[in-house]
């Protein structure tokens, strides 16, 4: 991939360059910190890095992180794994994410909406008054710090308020989404053995209610540490016997108590896709994702009271938990609960429109599919107020920031686009939006704040335009501080920095370009490598997706036993297309002319479809490892994936290879 120097697709004026909260953080840093006053974000992040102590002091400073107890330190031990953050200190996430609540009280803090597409908004006073109750309500069930406390919820405002209680009394937080089937849902609760599950009776998605009733009776049979269950009438049914009612627990006027606990205590556990075994269980804490959140969403994101921020996600996402970080600025957060394309593909863009939404995030794959399906957001949609689009989940295709870029330009908006890559390991991003950069097509804007994201060769050397090993070498806070049921930490040091020691290294192939910009390129270890050219799959998705008649494909490149290397590329029709000569050429070409000819498939292979884990993500290693021959029930976990029987096509088509 070319990384010469192009025109931006989109440059920030003055006027946004010099209201944007990076610019005035970096003012504030120079005058009490140091940092430099000039050379713009560049310098900003040479100086965060570069003095990592000082720069995380000035964010708790900046941000008026309020310390019950003083830290001893910014950083104690700052080795990876088991970096120590502000020894010492003790705080509560859910305190300062309702701190706008005593000057905004009537204001909306969440604004809920479903598939009728009405908003409804719970005020700031509402949103801590419930917490309050609830909170009490747990300490009344024997709820103590360090428990956990789960959630089989949607998106809904009972699902944040429950977190924000859980962390308000010191508890650990974990959720999934009621689209998980109950073997997914007890593969990660199990691990953690909650006290509390806080449950829906069904939910509704694509027009339709689901009926959830049945697989909330089995995970109350298996998980036999739970004191308590509390039931949440979506589609409208009484509580099962022995369950309490939402309503009882969060009627009183109780103002918040809010548990004081240690920078280092655990928040909540999110989990790996767990695609080839046991999801693993991250616990990240409450200080590191209080601090992290605040320079990501008030910095990165240029978020504040005035603005309103939505993000499609379910609760089975980091995603989700970001969004409900939008609090910790005084933003009003968006919650949407329904299918992204429920009644038509361009649905998200008019939920954005009615909730007034200034930061409109999503997948790179719904852009795509909007674009596929001739949507014009800004042509049929008010989004004036959308200052931002940002996408994740995987890399936002070149086309994808043109197609953004002209459809907002058409009705003369100044559309700052934002691609973003982290993970559910940080519960945040590596690189991604800088407000006061210019956006290059393809490119995410540069590493974030605090974050030395390097490309590195296999020998642990850096690179510059040249693709590379996604690392970072020096501490985030939000970093796991473990993971559950790894008591010597061998898992998580295995996960990380087994490769580079001491060093993280994500699994993703990057580009850091000489401008500073970064290019994801896909996984690093479903990477294909033909003739020592390396080049990641989203690479080729890219090209062939660009195709009317390729819905979705999957890239697979397999060493053979004879030294030789076989790539098929399985694709997933449109309605209607055939996968004749015709178009198989015209897949072979636009690799070979697009790419490279190195990359050309073996083989073009139609299916039925492509599977993915619950959170999106196309699976590229365990289809890999079931085409090498790798039995299904040892290739997968299949309770990580959204449609088994798309797997068992390609154990079949591994058998008939053999």
Known sequence: MSTANPQPLWQPDPQRIAQARITRFQSWA????????????????RWSVDHLDTFWKAVTEYFDVRFSTPYARVLGDRTMPGAEWFPGARLNYAEHALRAAATRADEPALLYVDETHEPRSVTWAELRRQVGSLA????????????????YLPNIPQAVAALLATAAVGAVWTSCAPDFGARSVLDRFQQVEPVVLFTVDGYRYGGKEHDRREIVAELRRELPTLRAVVHIPLLGTPAPEGALDWSALTSADTEPDFEQVPFDHPLWVLYSSGTTGLPKAIVQSQGGILVEHLKQLGLHCDLGPEDRFFWYTSTGWMMWNFLVSGLLTGTTIVLYDGSPGYPDTGAQWG????TGATLFGTSAAYVMACRKAGVHPSRDHDLSRVKCVATTGSPLPPDGFRWLHDEFAASGADLWIASVSGGTDVCSCFAGAVPTLPVYTGELQAPGLGTDLQAWDPAGNPVIDEVGELVVTNPMPSMPIRFWNDPDGSRYHDSYFDTYPGVWRHGDWITVTSRGSVIIHGRSDSTL????????????YEVVERLPEIKESLVIGIEQPDGGYWMPLFVHLAPGAVLDDALLNRIKQAIREQLSPRHVPDEVIEVPGVPHTLTGKRIEVPVKRLLQGTPLEKAVNPGSIDNLDLLSYFEDLARKRA
Request: aromatic content about 2%; charged content about 25%; overall charge positive.
């Open 30 to 45: 120079a005058e009490h910190h140091q940092a430099p006053a000039d050379g713009g974000y560049p310098a900003l992040h």
């Open 136 to 151: 009490a309500g747990l300490r009344a069930l024997g709820v103590r710090p360090g428990d956990r406390v789960s959630g």
């Open 351 to 354: 939920i954005a429109e009615r």
């Open 529 to 540: 490598n033909r003739q020592g050219v390396r080049m990641g799959s989203a690479d080729i």
